[in-house]
């Protein structure tokens, strides 16, 4: 039996409601979640996701053709080899655009059955995390850690790129919890990783200790 659309359509489509990024498995139990592909007729679909988004991305060494071109909608999100994938010309709906700085709360941590539990995040808290810091930085975003900046250090193509750290774990959220802007430090990759390099996780304050202590 075939499909009722191409996989590539369909793993566009899953990563869009991820907020345009998300990791493999994420990615394979938001497909399981909407329930449109016939999963039957492809019982290795994860494969089939995972070669799907491989051959349309220029950062895996199975993509053929121009980086930049049409067929090169995928990129690795924190480098190559770390599972984490994006769409390159994702544009978030425009409904999550009228926000304000207000005591917002965004719900997260909906139980969702899939294959297991899984929580979900809810992207338009660091959207709005980061609006609201380059309001207070004079347009400027960098680490709040190490102060690196990655606009200038790489350029034009560093401009407006930062990440969001959740600092209450995703295991700790409970359903309808919400998540404020004064929940996500806006970090480097490099600090990112840091703060998950233990359990439980290092604060913002402990990182930029060591950071500082470091620097002695």
């Known amino acids: 039996m075939s499909q009722p659309r191409p996989w590539l359509n369909e793993v566009i489509e899953a990563i869009s409601e991820l907020g345009g990024e998300g990791t493999l498995k994420d990615i394979t139990e938001k497909i399981v979640e909407r329930n449109i592909m016939n999963f039957e007729a492809n019982p290795h679909f994860e494969s089939r996701i ?11 060494d199975v993509f053929v053709g121009e980086k930049g071109s049409s067929k090169d909608i995928f990129y690795a999100v924190h480098g190559k080899g770390n599972g984490y994938w994006g769409l390159r010309n994702f544009e978030p ?3 999550n655009v009228n926000l304000t700085e207000d005591d917002i709360g965004f719900p997260e941590g909906k139980a969702k059955l899939v294959q297991h539990i899984t929580r979900e995040r809810n992207p338009r808290v ?8 380059k309001a207070n930085h004079d347009g400027r975003l960098f680490c709040e850690v190490c102060g690196f900046d990655f606009y200038e ?3 034009a193509i560093g401009e407006d790129y930062i990440e969001g750290h959740h600092t209450i ?5 409970k359903n309808g919890h919400m998540t404020k802007v004064e929940d996500i430090a806006l970090v480097c990759s490099n ?5 998950h390099r233990k359990r439980p996780w290092l604060t913002k304050e402990q990182l930029k200790q060591l950071v500082t202590n470091n620097k002695l």
Do not use: N, Q, W
């Open 153 to 155: 250090f790489y350029g």
């Open 50 to 60: 995972r070669s799907t988004i491989y051959h349309h991305s220029s950062d895996c």
């Open 93 to 95: 709906s425009k409904k």
């Open 126 to 133: 660091i959207k709005l995390a980061k609006e609201i810091f």
């Open 191 to 195: 600090c990112h990783r840091m703060l």
């Open 169 to 173: 774990p995703v295991s700790e959220l």
